[in-house]
């Protein structure tokens, strides 16, 4: 009976590599990271929909049954994004996008395989700093996000990775003390961190079982923490700047003549490496990434050591997300000087660039007789909404589906330009994302231009906040972090998933519609290219969304987004309107009514919504309030790109008061 049972067991095992059903959520994540990396060529067998890389190869894809447990997909030049689902792929335990174009400037992804054991992104064009899901990251033996362009100081975020055994930083612009849960890497053998500007000690480091550890082009010491401004002589224990070849000694010698003779190797070592520079000096020398990608193509193998004249740079003071006071951390507000072109700033300037082809339309063709029957002739008792380009109307139709029909005004389309309305059809059918409505059809019929959209049983966003009555009930804190979180997450989408980047411009509590668990779906995405910008900027100034730079010029960027945003998360915060004519003068507008009072932990609680009637964690509103302070910042560059918004508001809910048992319902975090 027991062979029968183990025989049994081996052949439905070999049918699940023959069969290859691959795991549904592996597969749509699959496709999402498709998309997001511009749907490459050189992905042999990938595909943006379905597909079955367990049973039909796909290029760099390893399976386990019907699992992906590993993605290889170093030096394929590829670009864009790593998506927004790679977190649900739970069997993924080997990652490896080194040595190609991804992140564009833009932060690594928070949502990232909860499982991995090794995770490489070397290589890259990634900034910001490492986002706190890594740090829950409890299998992972391996890191390597050197050759980027991350910076900020490190989070004491490392306690519970004690597995790792090698870790890479190098050739970022890090800065700050190590931090102390650094102490906690008890199998760490690895550790290069060469090339940043660390300062401070590594003390930290004493009690680990490191082998290997670099820490040149740092201002590091393993004595007290100079003075600022101090540097250290090389002869006082210091970790000197220039010096290539500071890498820790484990084996410490007991007697005066072993040091002795350590030391004049040491210095015969220092002398060969400086004519060693001096010789190679004239020479052309290779690109940092361009040394990274000839390291054999071993995961984790060590860069070779450059001999390279550097200045330290202090680091500078900036605003933690959490506190608001100055630090050097990791956080949302760009620096104010040598700042990273934007992608706003890369968008304004490509005016000349050709427009890519539009893609075939990804949505039904309905009849305009057919929106009528379901419609009722677009009567006002089936109308639940109006816009700036035009009406919405809730559409039933014989098999009991509900659509959400808009019938996009006339003067909104200029006559004879079904083709221009195409275009945009075409645009809105490519998007797909949980918090974005999604498209289902479209009517291009006698001079008439209507759009299909899922339908949300709980309506707008700004009816639940703006129109209560005694039958209503107000929503909780819960659900109003969760709707921001959702939000953010679909402008993250627009516009660093998408490419090119999608602006929304018409960002308002209205256009955030809530379904039956009150997740957000945002709506009106990809319509900019029909409506004029002067009839956005008129709307959006009457509503109190409109951005500063909106209202005196009429330019809008992707950060003009962001302070929308920033406005919907007051409304959340506050309950009331972005504009409030029957308020006191001073109290009118929302924006400047609260911004001076942000940072004041007595002035919220008595700005915070009365219908919350005080449940809510009072650190989390305070964090709550740090984002939207740094949204609705008058200067569009200070703004922080949604993607770390994203990361603010995910740290927001993971270090909550509240219980784990509500977040695990109400928020849906991954």
């Known amino acids: 009976m027991g062979t029968s049972v183990l025989l049994l067991c081996i052949w439905v095992f070999a049918m699940s590599f023959v069969n290859g059903l691959t795991d549904q959520a592996d597969v749509s994540a699959l496709n999402a990271l498709f998309g997001s990396m511009n749907s490459a060529p050189q992905l042999t067998g990938w595909t943006a929909n379905g597909g079955d890389p367990c049973g039909k190869p796909w290029k760099g894809v390893t399976c386990f049954g019907s699992a992906v447990t590993s993605i290889k997909l170093s030096g394929m030049q590829l670009s864009g994004s790593l998506g927004y689902s790679l977190n649900t792929m739970v069997s993924l335990i080997g990652l490896d996008l080194s040595n190609n174009n991804l992140g564009g400037g833009g932060v690594i992804p928070y949502n990232l395989p909860p499982n991995l054991e090794r995770l490489s992104l070397a290589g890259n064009s990634y900034s910001g700093g490492i986002p706190y899901s890594i740090s829950l990251m409890v299998s992972l033996k391996d890191l390597d996000l050197s050759h980027n362009q991350l910076r900020g100081s490190l989070d004491d975020m490392f306690g519970k990775l004690s597995n790792i055994t090698t870790m890479d930083l190098s050739f970022n612009s890090f800065t700050g003390a190590l931090p102390e849960s650094f102490s906690n890497l008890l199998n760490l053998s690895t550790l290069?961190?060469?090339?940043?500007?660390?300062?401070?000690?590594?003390?930290?480091?004493?009690?680990?079982?490191?082998?290997?550890?670099?820490?040149?082009?740092?201002?590091?010491?393993s004595g007290p923490t100079p003075p600022p401004g101090h540097r250290t002589n090389p002869g006082q224990g210091s970790a000197d700047w220039n010096n290539p070849s500071d890498e820790l000694i484990v084996k410490k010698s007991s007697s005066i003549g072993g040091g002795g003779i350590a030391g004049i190797v040491i210095s015969i070592l220092v002398i060969a490496a400086i004519i060693a520079f001096f010789l190679v000096k004239r020479k052309s020398r290779k690109s940092s990434r361009e040394e990274l990608i000839e390291k054999n193509h071993n995961f984790y193998s060590v860069p070779p050591m450059e001999f390279k004249e550097m200045i330290p740079i202090q680091p500078s003071a900036s605003f933690n997300v959490e506190t608001l006071q100055p630090v050097s951390s990791v956080c949302l507000k760009p620096p104010p000087i040598e700042r990273k072109k934007s992608i706003d700033d890369h968008i304004s300037?490509?005016?000349?660039?050709?427009?890519?082809?539009?893609?075939?339309?990804?949505?039904?063709?309905?009849?305009?007789?057919?929106?009528?029957?379901?419609?009722?002739?677009?009567?006002?008792?089936?109308?639940?909404?109006?816009?700036?380009?035009?009406?919405?109307?809730?559409?039933?139709?014989?098999?009991?589906?509900?659509?959400?029909?808009?019938?996009?005004?006339?003067?909104?389309?200029?006559?004879?330009?079904?083709?221009?309305?195409?275009?945009?059809?075409?645009?809105?059918?490519?998007?797909?994302?949980?918090?974005?409505?999604?498209?289902?059809?479209?009517?291009?019929?006698?001079?008439?231009?209507?759009?299909?959209?899922?339908?949300?049983?709980?309506?707008?966003?700004?009816?639940?906040?703006?129109?209560?009555?005694?039958?209503?009930?107000?929503?909780?804190?819960?659900?109003?972090?969760?709707?921001?979180?959702?939000?953010?997450?679909?402008?993250?989408?627009?516009?660093?998933?998408?490419?090119?980047?999608?602006?929304?411009?018409?960002?308002?509590?209205?256009?955030?519609?809530?379904?039956?668990?009150?997740?957000?779906?945002?709506?009106?995405?990809?319509?900019?290219?029909?409506?004029?910008?002067?009839?956005?900027?008129?709307?959006?100034?009457?509503?109190?969304?409109?951005?500063?730079?909106v209202a005196m010029s009429g330019h809008?960027?992707?950060?003009?987004?962001?302070?929308?945003?920033g406005v919907i998360m007051l409304e959340l915060m506050t309950g009331r309107k972005p504009f409030d004519s029957s308020k006191p003068r001073s109290e009118q507008s929302l924006v400047r009514w609260s911004a001076p009072q942000l940072h004041d932990i007595d002035a919220l609680d008595k700005m915070v919504d009365p219908s919350l009637e005080g449940l809510y964690p009072a650190k989390a509103l305070s964090r709550f309030a740090d984002v939207i302070a740094l949204c609705v910042q008058t200067e569009p560059e200070f703004r922080p790109p949604m993607s770390e918004v994203v990361q603010a508001l995910v740290r927001l809910v993971q270090r909550s008061n509240m219980s784990k048992r509500t977040f695990s319902r109400d928020l849906s975090l991954p």
Request: proline content about 5%; aromatic content about 8%.
């Open 192 to 221: 290069h961190l060469q090339n940043n500007q660390f300062t401070g000690t590594i003390d930290v480091l004493a009690a680990l079982p490191l082998r290997n550890l670099r820490t040149y082009g740092n201002w590091l010491s």
């Open 349 to 549: 300037n490509t005016s000349t660039v050709e427009k890519p082809s539009i893609s075939p339309i990804k949505a039904t063709t309905f009849l305009v007789a057919d929106l009528q029957i379901a419609t009722s002739s677009f009567s006002a008792d089936n109308l639940i909404g109006e816009g700036s380009i035009g009406r919405v109307y809730r559409a039933k139709f014989n098999d009991g589906t509900v659509l959400a029909v808009k019938k996009i005004n006339s003067s909104a389309i200029p006559s004879q330009s079904s083709n221009e309305f195409l275009d945009v059809v075409a645009n809105i059918s490519q998007l797909h994302h949980p918090n974005v409505t999604e498209l289902v059809g479209y009517c291009s019929e006698h001079g008439q231009y209507l759009l299909a959209y899922e339908f949300h049983k709980n309506g707008s966003l700004h009816d639940l906040l703006h129109l209560l009555d005694e039958y209503s009930k107000p929503l909780t804190w819960a659900n109003r972090i969760k709707i921001a979180l959702g939000t953010a997450r679909a402008l993250e989408y627009l516009h660093e998933v998408c490419s090119p980047p999608v602006h929304h411009k018409n960002l308002k509590s209205a256009n955030v519609l809530l379904d039956e668990e009150l997740s957000p779906h945002l709506s009106d995405c990809g319509l900019a290219g029909i409506v004029p910008a002067l009839e956005y900027q008129d709307h959006s100034m009457a509503s109190g969304y409109s951005a500063p730079e």
């Open 556 to 565: 809008y960027t992707l950060k003009s987004d962001v302070y929308s945003f």
